[in-house]
T-cell receptor, first 112, second 114 residues
Framework: EAQVTQNPRYLITVTGKKLTVTCSQNMNHEYMSWYRQDPGLGLRQIYY???????DKGDVPEGYKVSRKEKRNFPLILESPSPNQTSLYFC???????????FGSGTRLTVV | GENVEQHPSTLSVQEGDSAVIKCTYSDSASNYFPWYKQELGKRPQLIID?????GEKKDQRIAVTLNKTAKHFSLHITETQPEDSAVYFC?????????????FGTGTRLLVSP
């Protein structure tokens, strides 16, 4: 089944403790992206990647890192999480510029 | 950069009525406009999209219209059903640029009452 898989689905952590949210797609998509969803603000892009080793900042990149060492994987790294990073995170991928993204199931992160 | 505004933020209709959600965009270079439906606790899912060389596109009960001159596009849902209740997001993107920057509106919560 073609899908984007995120892990974990839920995560509660403490301020400053490094964490990684994994994202993997099995559709051989070139393009991958991370979004955060907050009430009243919609979906805001954090980082995106056009292909292996090609990444760039979205609208809200502060406090986040990404890497794209393999085509299928695009992990999101929070080196020192803070409470304002409490949010619902979605990974997404796309095969070409002409199609919309396929989203993962989401990761609900709470930083206390 | 691109900015997408979406209205209304909430919309309540009776089953069988039509619903219209409107979005405006700022970047005239944007040429791809998808719509996503997000049910409670679920991921956003693409329901319909339109490119700037087309003025209207239909898929059963849903349709999208695009006015490039005014830089706005709309989602139309006819004969609404309770299962249409969800949050709907519009988005815009310039397919000619070298990156995948898809900018979303803030969402419309649609409630269809039986």
């Amino acid at each position: 089944e073609a899908q984007v898989t995120q892990n974990p689905r839920y995560l509660i952590t403490v301020t400053g403790k490094k964490l990684t949210v994994t994202c993997s797609q099995n559709m051989n998509h070139e393009y991958m992206s991370w979004y955060r969803q907050d009430p009243g603000l919609g979906l805001r892009q954090i980082y995106y990647s056009m292909n292996v080793e090609v990444t760039d900042k979205g609208d809200v990149p502060e406090g986040y890192k990404v890497s794209r060492k393999e085509k299928r994987n695009f992990p999101l790294i929070l080196e020192s999480p803070s409470p304002n990073q409490t949010s619902l995170y979605f990974c997404a991928s796309s095969s070409t510029r002409g199609h919309g993204y396929t989203f993962g199931s989401g990761t609900r992160l709470t930083v206390v | 950069g691109e900015n997408v505004e979406q209205h209304p933020s909430t919309l309540s209709v009776q089953e069988g009525d039509s619903a219209v959600i409107k979005c405006t965009y700022s970047d005239s270079a944007s040429n791809y406009f998808p719509w996503y439906k997000q049910e409670l606790g679920k991921r956003p899912q693409l329901i319909i999209d339109i490119r700037s060389n087309v003025g209207e596109k239909k898929d059963q009960r849903i349709a999208v219209t695009l006015n490039k001159t005014a830089k706005h596009f709309s989602l139309h849902i006819t004969e609404t059903q309770p299962e249409d209740s969800a949050v709907y997001f519009c988005a815009a993107r310039d397919l000619n640029t070298g990156f995948q920057k898809l900018v979303f509106g803030t969402g419309t919560r649609l409630l269809v009452s039986p």
